[in-house]
Every structure is written in C-alpha cells, then in structure tokens.
C-alpha cells in the first residue's frame, strides 16, 4: 500500500516553456500533498504544501508564480513549473501524507532539464 | 526554527556487520520521527516511523528512539551492499501542516 506515482519521469524541455508534473496517490486519498526539489547531492528542500480544495502554502524564498501547484482532489496533485529557465533544472520529488497524516510517501520524482 | 543533525558520512561497514545511523533533533516535544533512504538518483523510500521511547524492529532494521536525550537511530544489522544509500532522518512537524523536517543524511556504504 501508500503507492504515489509521478508523471513524466523525465522531461526535457526549452527555456521558457511551461512544465506540468502530476503526483498520484493510488491507493489512499491524500488529505495533504508536498513538493521538493533536490539538486545533486544536495538535501531534499521543501517546495510547498498542499492540501485537497484550497491553496498551496509555499516556503520561503519559493515564487508561487513561478511553481503553481494545484491539489484538486484527494488522489492528484500538479506542479506546473512556468517559463521554465536553465537553473530551474531539478530532481523534482512529490509526497502524500493520508491517514495518520505525517508519514509522507515519496513519488518517484521527475528529472527536469531545461535547456 | 527546527532542526534535525545528522552525520553526513560516509560511514563504511563491511558486510554482515551492523550499520549505526544517528539523529538529533532541536525540537523536544516532537511526537514522530521518521528514516528514509534514498539510493543514489531515486527519491527517498520509507524504512520506518517511531513514536514512543524504546527500540522498534521491522526485519534487519531497528529504530531507537530516546526523547530525553532527543536522540533517535537506526540500526540496520547484517548489513548487505543492497543497503549502500543515504539514510534521511526526519522529525514530525505536527501541529496542522504535518510537515517534516529532513536532516541532510548520512551516506552509508557497505563493503562487500
């Protein structure tokens, strides 16, 4: 159980094109949703927060603008990333916490490279 | 501001031997805590949640938690080379936004 799936898995796109990424949870609805971002070697650093039907809370120094997340079921999540730049290329990681809440589950993330 | 410490390795053990994964939290009335380990290029994959003081055991794997000395770790015993990865400890934020806050890892590599 606690399976969340990504889509794409990898995509390459040019600068100033729009990303979306979508985070599923299949066999728990997932009251809150989150988004990271890791760049090699590096820690994991949270993105935002999202719970189904209302607005993503982003972390500091985060653009929302720039990253528009969308939670609008209990299943999916979107991170659309917009006007996509060169440095925006990540390791972008989702989880989904559902019954108990803060055990999160980890997509298997989507490797952006903007070129 | 909450803050999880871990050392970020490399910690080197040989095969069959038994790995010692450490954590400490700032934050004294966290309720949960949590191991991950994420191989190389993957996104992290839950290992374990402890709770309450004590040890807590799930196969080769051990969690010890101890709030007074705001210590938790992770013991992996029979180490296997399958078990070479970064092993993230995270403590629970509670509260309403059930955030976690992640320590930066530690690099375990197992000889072969």
């Known amino acids: 159980g606690a399976v969340v799936s990504q889509h794409p898995s990898r995509v390459i796109c040019k600068s100033g094109t729009s990303v979306k990424i979508e ?3 299949l066999d728990f609805q997932a009251t809150t949703m989150f988004w990271y971002r890791q760049f090699p070697k590096q820690s994991l650093m949270l993105m935002a927060t999202s719970n189904e039907g209302s607005k993503a809370t982003y972390e ?5 603008d720039k990253f528009l997340i969308n939670h609008a079921s209990l299943t999916l999540s979107t991170l ?3 006007s996509a730049h060169p440095e925006d290329s990540s390791f972008y990681i989702c989880s989904a916490s559902g019954g108990d809440q803060e055990t999160q589950y980890f997509g298997p993330g989507t490797r952006l490279l903007v070129l | 501001q909450k803050e999880v410490e871990q050392n970020s390795g490399p910690l080197s053990v040989p095969e069959g031997a038994i790995a010692s994964l450490n ?3 700032s934050d004294r009335v966290s309720q949960s805590f949590f191991w991950y380990r994420q191989y190389s290029g993957k996104s992290p994959e839950l290992i374990m949640s402890i709770y309450s003081n004590g040890d807590k055991e799930d196969g080769r794997f051990t969690a010890q938690l101890n ?3 705001q210590y938790v770790s992770l013991l ?4 296997q080379p399958s078990d070479s990865a970064t092993y993230l400890c995270a403590e629970g934020g509670g509260g ?3 955030k976690l806050t992640f320590g930066k890892g530690t690099l375990l590599t197992v000889n072969p």
Request: proline share 0%; glycine share 4%; net charge positive.
């Open chain 1, 23 to 25: 985070c599923r949870s």
């Open chain 1, 60 to 64: 500091q120094g985060v653009e929302k």
């Open chain 1, 80 to 82: 659309t990333v917009t």
């Open chain 2, 23 to 25: 954590c400490t939290y």
């Open chain 2, 67 to 69: 709030k007074a000395s």
């Open chain 2, 76 to 79: 992996i015993r029979d180490s």
């Open chain 2, 96 to 98: 309403s936004n059930y």
